[in-house]
């Protein structure tokens, strides 16, 4: 009985020891800001109007802990960063590659050149700005969200948010099968707390919840964009993924209370 009481204090010592190991792990980590803004000068068109085209990008990068691991980490918050950067050239999603410096160049350059090719249109600048932070940092997960905003003529602009999990301990990115382990049970109750959701803001805003609005036709899917939070998971659809630009981007939660036992222990 004393070697099982004893077993029992060292096991509780150990796991305290690692727990407290993984609080610290998560403490020193440091969240710093790269940030570029860039304009061009200031423009007079031939209707008299002054136009400015300007580009803002902000970003986390994180430093302490497992140098590796950050390293591994900032690396692909970069990789999203250039992915997000507008360009005309772009017909379908590409890797950017060269420096985020560069490429933010290359968008006003890219207006410059579409202005000399098109004189006689109306005189309008163009606007790029990304902003990021973390969402959450523990001993299990880091988690980021990057958001952007373009505008490059026309009837408005365009808009989306991106997040990223990680794997705290190794860096790599979390598929949605690392976080949960029934994506089956996932959607349905997404659905159900999706149709909650959009119906009380339904009501908030005097129109009725249709639900063939949503999904141009289609059943219900998850959105591309699912983040890790200390409460939860965060669901976000940006403008047209589930429904017209005019119903704007779309976010829910569920709680870990209401994901129950397919949320992975590895993540809470």
Not at 112 to 140: Q, V
Request: with cysteine; net charge negative; aromatic share 12%.
């Amino acid at each position: 009985m004393k070697k099982l009481l004893l077993l029992f204090l060292c096991s509780s010592v150990f796991m305290a020891c690692q727990s407290n190991k993984e609080t610290q792990t998560a403490a020193i980590i440091k969240v710093d800001s790269v940030t570029y803004k860039l304009a061009t000068q200031p423009q007079i068109s031939k209707e008299g109007d002054t136009t400015i085209s300007k580009i803002s990008i902000n970003y986390p990068k994180l430093s302490g802990g497992d140098e590796a691991v950050m390293t591994k980490i900032n690396a692909q918050i970069e990789q999203l960063v250039k992915n997000q950067m507008f360009s005309m050239e772009d017909t379908v999603a590409t890797t950017k590659s060269g420096s985020v410096e560069s490429l933010a160049q290359g968008f006003l350059k890219e207006y410059e050149d579409f202005t000399k090719e098109n004189e006689d249109m109306p005189s309008m600048g163009w606007e790029f700005d990304g902003s990021g932070d973390t969402l959450l940092i523990s001993p299990k997960v880091i988690s980021i969200y990057y958001q952007v905003y373009s505008f490059t003529g026309g009837a408005h602009g365009n808009s989306n948010i991106s997040y990223l999990n990680f794997n705290a301990q190794t860096g790599d990115l979390l598929k949605l099968t690392d976080i949960v382990s029934d994506t089956t049970a996932l959607k349905k109750i997404a659905e159900l707390k999706f149709e909650k959701t959009q119906k009380i803001f339904a009501k908030d805003n005097d129109f009725e919840f249709n639900k063939s609005d949503y999904f141009w036709g289609n059943p219900f899917f998850l959105p591309a964009n699912i983040a890790v939070t200390k409460t939860g998971l965060l669901f976000m659809y940006n403008p047209y993924e589930a429904a017209a630009y005019a119903l704007g981007p779309i976010s829910f939660d569920l709680t870990w209370e209401e994901l129950g036992a397919i949320a992975k222990k590895e993540i809470r």
